[in-house]
């Protein structure tokens, strides 16, 4: 019987945070765009912790917004509590965090790429590529459907040869109740001729509400902060009506990590069944007891996994050991002595490609109209795969429309930082972002990424111009605010003289239109310029420093090393340097510099070049 088929501009395979980015992305700049993923009914599954943000990734969440992406309106619509984190510290490192509704959050992405005209959603298993002369110009599922496309994007999460741990027993799947994907690994191996590591993570028990005795816990309520997520108003979404359900905090007890300890030898993870490596920041409850002897208890947070729903996710207690254990270390934690479990908790270990066979598009280097996203590029969290498939929808987008890729820089964005580190360093566990992995992060505020990002976002056809009026609304005011403090501060002034001047002094019908202490304007953009300025004077003076070093920053980036470059010819190279820059195939001479092991005077060297080269 003859294949059916379809043809495309862009082919996104799966439907988690990065692919649904991806699609979007790519639907918006009007590719046509297919997205392929193993359960439709489970798009935007909150597949581990229900909740998105946190230290740094919250910054990425509000880039996604900036960018016109879906993650923060998601989000939005999806809030049991909010939180802003990290208020104790200077405003460059607060970092939104919402507790969300984990049902009402997947609606909300999956009602939310519906709406996208250029977009088709389809529910099957990639198995192999079509090549036509080494390019890959199509995909063959499970039913023996050929759908052709332009350019791809995988975003297979921990779905690539997928194996679930129970203590000694195993299970195939790409998360617990869903299959493993095996033929596409092969494929990414056997055609493609990628290079495939093993990671692991893992995911803790959910319990029953009605179980805990929540009176011997701290209780963690939501914060009343006006800027949460998006920026953008007028979405409409399946919408959560609580905002303001309670977290908890415990701790485990030495009688806890006691059980832990005599039952190693049941750890699949310690007796060698797991080959794949873990996170450090994010440990399993059994490598805390062994790697911090010192510590005789933890923190365990116990979240809501929704509005509607009984079910509490225990932050902090991922484990693989066997089930008969899971219910001992449980019953051993202060008001948890009756909890029952409704799901168990597991560890999972997965297929992810090392990304160093990627350009800072995301694009494969030796198949270029492939791009990679999220896990698959081991990474971990919701909020860096969103980031990576927004950037490689965007990317696969336009190279159905054979245009130059786009690469967003580290000093432009969070996103930047991420996707610059993983193609220029070793990947030998889960990626995590910090905001200590930015150097320029008084410039990357989260309360600032839609001045750094949206007016980007508009050009590149990512933000729609309904979205981008209102922030134009937004920093046209703000534009005028430091335009008037600049025409009327002195020399050796600062914004902190100005706004002690003028702020909450003038009134409407005075020189300066704006009362920018005020936090109590009806207009909420007016409350927004407020805040912005506020941040501004207390940076004043380290943002001025901080931008000369962006300045340098850009001049490294602009020596653009051409993709034909031979380091061979390079005289002065020690033999360490010219494999490393073989190996990760740098496009400029900046990223050059942040690769492990090239020297500053090798970098001299390799500037010498590139001006004769150019010349």
Known sequence: MEAFKRHFDVIVIGGGHAGAEAAAASSRLGAKTLLISINLDHIGQMSCNPAVGGIAKGHVVREIDALGGIMA???????????????????????????????????????????????????????????????????????????????????????????????????PGGRAGDPPSVNLSMALKEQ??????????????????????????????????????????????????????????????????????????????????IEGIGTRYCPSFEDKVVRFPHHETHHLYLEPEGEFNSEYYING?????????????LRSIPGLEKAEISRYAYAIEYDFVFPDQLSR??????????????????????????????????????????????????DLSYIGVMIDDIVSKNILEPYRLFTSRAEYRLHLRQDCADLRLSPLAYELGLLPEKKYLQFKNYSDKLDSVLSHWNKTRHEGSSIKDYLKKYGGVLKDSDEFPYDILSLNKTDKTD????????????????????????????????????????????NGLRNEARMKLEKFRPTSLGQASRIDGVTPAELTILRVHLKRRGR
């Open 73 to 171: 309106k998601a989000t939005e619509a999806a809030t049991i509590q909010f939180r802003m984190l990290n208020q104790g510290k200077g405003p460059a490192v607060w970092s939104p965090r919402a507790q969300c509704d984990k049902h009402i959050y997947q609606l909300a992405v999956k009602h939310e790429l519906e709406k996208y005209e250029n977009l088709v959603i389809h529910q099957a298993i990639v198995e192999s590529f079509v090549l036509e002369n080494g390019k890959v110009v199509g995909v063959e599922t499970q039913f023996g459907d050929v759908l052709y496309a332009k350019a791809f994007v995988i975003c297979s999460g921990t779905f690539l040869s997928g194996k679930l741990h129970y203590g000694m027993k195993t299970f």
């Open 192 to 273: 493609l001729n990628l290079k495939l590591g093993r990671l692991k993570t893992g995911t803790p028990q959910r319990i029953l509400a009605s179980s805990i005795d929540f009176s011997k816990m701290d209780k963690q309520d939501t914060e009343n902060f006006e800027d949460n997520f998006t920026f953008f108003e007028g979405e409409a979404h399946p919408k959560t009506e609580r905002k303001d359900l309670s977290c908890y905090m415990v701790k485990s007890t030495i009688e806890t990590a006691e059980i832990v300890k005599k039952n190693l030898d049941k750890s699949p993870m310690y007796q060698g069944k």
């Open 317 to 329: 207690f991922s484990t693989s050991l066997p089930t008969d254990i899971q219910w001992q270390m």
């Open 361 to 410: 598009s995301l694009s494969v280097k030796t198949h270029p109209n492939i791009f990679l996203a999220g896990q698959i590029n081991g990474t971990s969290g919701y909020e860096e795969a969103a980031g990576q498939g927004l950037i490689s929808g965007l990317n696969a987008a336009i190279c159905a429309s054979e245009k130059e890729y786009f690469e967003l820089g580290r």
């Open 527 to 570: 409350r927004k310029v407020a805040r912005e300025l506020a941040i501004l004077a207390h940076y004043d003076g380290y943002l001025e420093r901080e931008k000369l070093e962006i300045e340098k920053l850009k001049g490294l980036e602009g020596l653009r090393i051409p993709d034909d470059f031979s380091y061979a010819g390079v």
